[in-house]
């Protein structure tokens, strides 16, 4: 054979290897796609996605789809992206339902504000699943940051995150060191929020940063404030708290413990460790000693600074203990809104004695209840009857009341509409649990904010700082009237004096038991002032 033929052959051996080995290589290194814009990583589907991808969870499959609508219908008109953060994927039925009512919000909210203002611009709604217990965050949040720069995708505002971890905090605090706005609607931990100052600083750890709820402190102050009132002077309570680095959990007990107690000295606080959010390990066991020693303490109110999971164990733990018939009262903070849904008819059962009666019941600060205006205005006017021996005139009534209940029936307008149109969204929204509400007030509460920011033509686009500017205006006359409540925003993103709903979980005597609307509880122990005018406070 010819040198030169040898050497053609060598060559093209060594190419056809070269390619092979380069074809091996990338679809090694390929990302292993679970939809645009979403790659499968640790067993998760983690990423931002728009188009109606449901990330695996089938009780979101719909509600996605009808976001997906949404954002084809307003495709062509002047709009903005503004991204949902949460958790979207989970092996535990009762938390893919809660992942439901939280789109369900967002879409409706979505809708609200696309079609209430009547003006442009319209919110495009994507979908960004940051992992489990948000571990992922970090690649979601380098999405999300080039959506910000990117001139098509125009990212105006991140909302969403439902969890105080530190994580969620990591995640919160680049996106608005990048300037980012974020409106959070269900974190309640107080790590994650800017101090109020009226001493003119301005040095802000998460500047662009809005929140829908109390503080964990503010909520906890609501609770005593409404505690107080209902006569619990005289009885004994203690602390259970769980060590584990939590910071809903550490900002619960902090507030907790900081609670002017009336009543006689209680036991010391008693500690326990759960491994993980969403893990029981030996805590069941921790419990049981638990229990005995407050049955021997002789205290009746416990404050419970832990999460739905091991509230629900220790619940059960309590009423197992068999103490001379005492009633037990736990008294906990937002996160119980979950307790109801993970509670089975032999919980229910446990939680009552022989004789039908409630061993334990459950109070907790709910961040909204569907039952809370049309109850506390009836409240109102019964008392105004009492005192005025006439009916109050329409602007007689209480604007902190008739506000929010004209903001819940249009939530529930939007929710017969969409029936009417035939959009599924997988269920009916349930709005006991607050989640759906709380996520629709934050989408409302964007869009205000986009409107305010709008200037020019139509086709114009306020930056992200404009639009992070307007969280300290959306107060007084520019208040956001939401359904769980006024949301007026301090210089520092915080919701002033936003009551909260005390809500008791009571076994009954039969059934699933019963979740009931008990009264408002208020930070600041009033009402908030008229048209939400935030007043000067000393720190």
Known sequence: MPRWKKMLYVLLA?????????????????PDTCADGVERTGGECVGVNGEGYDFGT?????????????N???????????????????????QRRQMRSDLQGAYLGQRQANEGEGEPPRIRLVLANPGRAYKQQEKVVDTLLRMADSPKDRLRAVTGFNLSLDDTRAA????????????????SGDEIANEDRTDGTADLPFPGLARLIPTNHDAAQALANFSGERGRENQRTVLVYDKRSDAYNESLAKAFSGIDEKGPPGPAAMPFESPAIDEPGSTGNQFTRTANNICDSGASTIYF???????????????QVDCQNRHYTIVSGSDAASLRQDMTEKDWQQLRGADGKAKVTVEYAAPAHPDAWSTELAD???????????????????????????????????????????????????????????????LITIGKALH???????????????????????????????TSGLICL????????????????DPGREGRGKLKFVGLGWPTGREQPKNCVIPSRVP
């Open 14 to 30: 060594a190419g056809a290897v070269t390619v092979c080995v380069w074809l091996a290589l990338y679809f090694i290194q390929k």
């Open 58 to 70: 089938p009780e979101i499959h719909d509600v996605s789809r009808a976001i997906a609508r949404e």
């Open 72 to 94: 084809k219908r307003i495709d062509g008109q002047p709009h903005v992206t503004v991204a949902v953060m949460l958790p979207l994927q989970s092996d535990k039925v009762a």
């Open 172 to 187: 919160v605090q680049r996106l608005t060191e990048h300037k980012v706005p974020v409106l959070a609607s269900r974190i």
């Open 305 to 319: 600074a832990g999460r739905t999971l091991h509230l629900r164990i220790f619940a059960l733990k309590l009423a």
């Open 380 to 442: 109102w006017k019964r008392e105004w009857r009492a005192h005025h021996d006439r009916e109050p005139t329409k602007t007689e009534l209480p604007q902190y009341l008739t506000e929010p209940r004209a903001a819940l029936d249009t939530l529930k307008k939007r929710v017969g509409t969409t029936h009417e149109e035939g959009i599924d969204l997988g269920s009916a929204p349930n709005l006991e649990d607050s989640r759906t509400m709380l996520v629709y007030d934050g």
């Open 452 to 482: 305010q920011a709008q200037e020019g033509g139509a086709g114009a686009v306020p930056s992200r700082e404009d639009v992070g500017a307007q969280w300290s205006l959306l107060q007084s006359r520019h208040r956001v009237r939401g």
């Open 490 to 505: 301090t210089s520092s993103g915080n919701a002033y004096d936003k009551p909260v709903a005390v809500v008791q979980l």
